[in-house]
Every structure is written in structure tokens, then in C-alpha cells.
T-cell receptor, first 117, second 120 residues
Framework: GAGVSQSPSNKVTEKGKDVELRCDPI?????LYWYRQSLGQGLEFLIY????????KSGLPSDRFSAERTGGSVSTLTIQRTQQEDSAVYLCASSLQQGRGMGGELFFGEGSRLTVL | DQQVKQNSPSLSVQEGRISILNCDYT??????FLWYKKYPAEGPTFLISISSIKDKNEDGRFTVFLNKSAKHLSLHIVPSQPGDSAVYFC???????????????????FGTGTRLKVLA
């Protein structure tokens, strides 16, 4: 497809289970971002990838959260031992390579809504 | 510590009038600013952007103004249409420090959003 694709669009899980969220960025976009939007809140930065490497993991809320990107394309966000406070919409965005003087806008997917019971 | 703030959670405007959405920021190192629009159950969509070296950028009905001395950004929509009703987020890009340019993070920091309602 032409846009950023995320799956699943909706996920309901029980507390303590692990979940995986997938992001397929726009072809040719080397930068990939994960954000989280909790109910009534703004977009919270989680992690940024340039290619396969993640120079900044500072936004990950806890060590239960991890993310990887392979082949410079698809990324997976994994949440282990989910808690109710993890319930949110997880948004993925991609852009052309970021750089000074290059103001690449982010293109967002439709998000994965996670509900932890 | 919220580096990008949208102090108005909501705004109502009559169709045909001007909508003005405001955003304040604290970090003078931001180099690029953007506005996004978000409908329910959809991801944010890019509207308009401005470099920190400019003070105005216009695209059709949308104009973004940047006042660096006041660390203030605004989005003007003229004329407002009912289809403009959505949540609007401002965002600012934080570039890495000079020595990190080959591998640093270009982080986009978002405000909490303003819900615009355009009344027919």
C-alpha cells in the first residue's frame, strides 16, 4: 500500500499477556517512529529508528517495552506482561531520512488500539 | 516537563470565520514546526509546516505563523469549514546537537491537541 500500515487495528488482551504490534512504513522511508496516545492525552514519543538502529530509546515507559526493526522496513513493538495502564492507541509514523535542513514530515498509520483488561 | 503546549483544549468557530489555534514551546533549539489534524479512529494527517528560519508559511486556507522571540506558533484557518472539525496537534522537531548529526535522534514532540468545532 501507499501509506503506513499498522496491525492489528484493535487488540484486546488480558493483563499479564504479551502483545506485538506491527508497523509497515512507506517504502523508502528510513526513519520510523512509535508514539502512544492514551485517552485524553497527547502523543507520547516512544522510540525512533533510523534504518535498523534506534539511537533513542528514552521514551520507552519501562523495560517491558521493546521494539525492533529489520531490513530497514517493518518494525515490531512488543509489550511484555501487559498492564491496564498500557491501554492506549499506539501510532507508528515514517519519514524520509531526517537531517539538518531537511524537514521531513511524519506520515502516520491509523494506529493500533490496545485494551488491557 | 511539557516542551510543547496547547493551552486551549477546545475551540468553537462559526463557519466562514477564522479559526486560530495556538501553540507555545519552551525549547529554543527546535528547528522545525508542524501542524497535524486528527479525526477519530484515524492517524494524524500532516497539514502544514514551517522552518525555524521563517516566520510565515501559507498553503491555501491554512497559514502558520512563527514568533521565535515569544516561542509561539499559531495556525490560522480562513475560511473555516465544517469539515475542518477535528483535533489539531502542533509538533516541534528537536534536532541532535551538532556532533551527533550522523547518528542522533530527530525527535518530534507533540502538544496535547485542540479540538476544533466549526459550526454550520
Amino acid at each position: 500500500g501507499a501509506g503506513v500500515s499498522q496491525s492489528p487495528s484493535n487488540k484486546v488482551t488480558e493483563k499479564g499477556k504479551d502483545v506485538e504490534l506491527r508497523c509497515d512504513p512507506i517504502s523508502g522511508h528510513t526513519a520510523l517512529y512509535w508514539y502512544r496516545q492514551s485517552l485524553g492525552q497527547g502523543l507520547e514519543f516512544l522510540i525512533y529508528f533510523q534504518g535498523n538502529s534506534a539511537p533513542d530509546k528514552s521514551g520507552l515507559p519501562s523495560d517491558r517495552f521493546s521494539a525492533e526493526r529489520t531490513g530497514g522496513s517493518v518494525s515490531t513493538l512488543t509489550i511484555q506482561r501487559t498492564q491496564q495502564e498500557d491501554s492506549a492507541v499506539y501510532l507508528c509514523a515514517s519519514s524520509l531520512q531526517q537531517g539538518r535542513g531537511m524537514g521531513g514530515e511524519l506520515f502516520f498509520g491509523e494506529g493500533s488500539r490496545l485494551t488491557v483488561l | 516537563d511539557q516542551q510543547v503546549k496547547q493551552n486551549s483544549p477546545s475551540l468553537s468557530v462559526q463557519e466562514g470565520r477564522i479559526s486560530i489555534l495556538n501553540c507555545d514551546y519552551t525549547n529554543s533549539m527546535f528547528d522545525y514546526f508542524l501542524w497535524y489534524k486528527k479525526y477519530p479512529a484515524e492517524g494524524p494527517t500532516f497539514l502544514i509546516s514551517i522552518s525555524s528560519i521563517k516566520d510565515k508559511n501559507e498553503d491555501g486556507r491554512f497559514t502558520v505563523f512563527l514568533n521565535k522571540s515569544a516561542k509561539h506558533l499559531s495556525l490560522h484557518i480562513v475560511p473555516s469549514q465544517p469539515g475542518d472539525s477535528a483535533v489539531y496537534f502542533c509538533a516541534a522537531r528537536q534536532a541532535p546537537v551538532e556532533w551527533e548529526t550522523t547518528s542522533g535522534t530527530y525527535k518530534y514532540i507533540f502538544g496535547t491537541g485542540t479540538r476544533l468545532k466549526v459550526l454550520a
